[in-house]
């Protein structure tokens, strides 16, 4: 949850006048986002969600990002969609930082989601791999597996501190990782962090994805074992098989996975758990006392690495065809 | 702004199991009052505010404040009301801590109020003064007068700190208070904490008051003062005089002053920069690094009290009558 940016009155009158979306009714700063800062705006007609662009999100990207949940809307898909100005310009500034007006998207995520949650969610990210074909956008994984090794190469320290030792089990995830990385995979675009915050419900049922931040171009495997570790495991630290299972079903309803990408699932999960605590370690330290925003323990990841560690042989997710 | 209290999608149904609300189909936590969480929370019949007390708030205190909100809605007053669970209950409990359901007040705050905010927030602070006529409980104001000098013996060494030879500056405003402060004047249910934050407008009309938690009995005359602080200081420090006497004259239009509200207005506001310069001086060292709330600048309120040491002699606010 972040709000790093400030809007005042007058800010907000400049910003809506270039708009034709009437006065603003009611304005809110809202913890949502990790990354941006989120306003939740009503004007006389609606309401839209104001998304102020910080640090990590580069604005050259932003038309992918825009693009990409403008493309989903469009193709029936439930996620916010950037509203358009005047000029038919979607990617505006305040504070001399980028920002968009989005639609407001109802719905509730889940802190602890059960077994149908998971399955519903499972489903929702098929549809979004499903409802992205033809984007004619794509973007690199700047996050992706080739990023790891370099980003940790400037994190070592802060690992040794974290737990003494751990910098070498790294290192030899990195070895595996990069030995038993699987290569064509089937690809598109993919979202990247389907966590439980990202994805509301209404009651048990898929209501629609938010945070499209760090979406890009990847096997949409990859997005399944980003989204397996965020979803399955319990607060204790174990893996809860049957949400993991109810995950694949309810993905498969919609995009049946090859045997290739089954079986590739487990290193990716792998991978996937090492991409988030590389990023949790960095930002763990990078954080300034004082800012409006929690950083999210680097040391959750490192034990899910271990669970990942534990069970290369494909056993885990029971994701092995007989 | 702060969210302290995280609230779980399990803990929410089971508070709202309580309520004829219908379901939840929305719930962000909101960048809104210093002092507790607040979550905007919309139901299937309509928007609310979800408010957790946090620290400063005693639960001993809540039915005056939630009694007082409903009081004053119920005589037309335009604020935020407490919602009744089936049993008839105001005051509930979430996650171990008091809280409230109360329906949501649309309305933007002004940043950097203007002339006409100023006399629709003296309007909107005579018209709370008169609507909460008649409310049979009372609060002591436990941040009055008479709270300084204790609470300043506990602070002097963090004075010194912020700015050395500070101490002995207070010491002086604090004899100065002690010996000058009226008493007398007209009485009754005050805000306390009337500054922009807590009122909204649409456009520049006066629209609703929000936050009661620091409401108590008290002069009326106190509570212009702190607005007159909190309103009508420019940026740079500086006193806006007609921002002052816009303010007064909208409160005047509802509730004419008598010539001692008049005369007592420039120690009232000396008391009342005071007030805020201790609770601020407080809040900065005690805010723990890492909170989700951004402690404000005591030094703020130490330039409006040299503003007032340096006028003693009511010319300041205009406001002795010739």
Redesign the interface.
Known sequence: ?A?YTDI???E?ETLLADFDLG??????????GVENSNF?L?TESGRFILTVYEKRVRSEDLPFFLGLMRWLAEHDYACATPVADRAGEISKSVRGKPCALVSFL???????PGVAHCREAGRGLAELHRAADGFPMSRDNDLGRAAWAPMFARLKGQAEELKPGLADVIDADLAYLAANWPTDLPSGIVHADYFPDNV?F??EAFAGTIDFYFACTDAFAYDIAVALNAWCFEADGSFNITAARAMLAGYEAVRPLSDAERAAIPVLAHGAALRFFLTRLHDWRA?P???????KDPLEYERKLAVHRASKDLVLFGTARA
């Open positions: 949850m709000v005042t009155d007058e907000l006065a603003p009714v009611s304005f809110k700063g809202i913890a949502e939740l009503e109802p719905g509730l995520s889940v802190r602890r509301f209404h009651g954080t006392a004082g800012a409006l925003v929690k950083p």
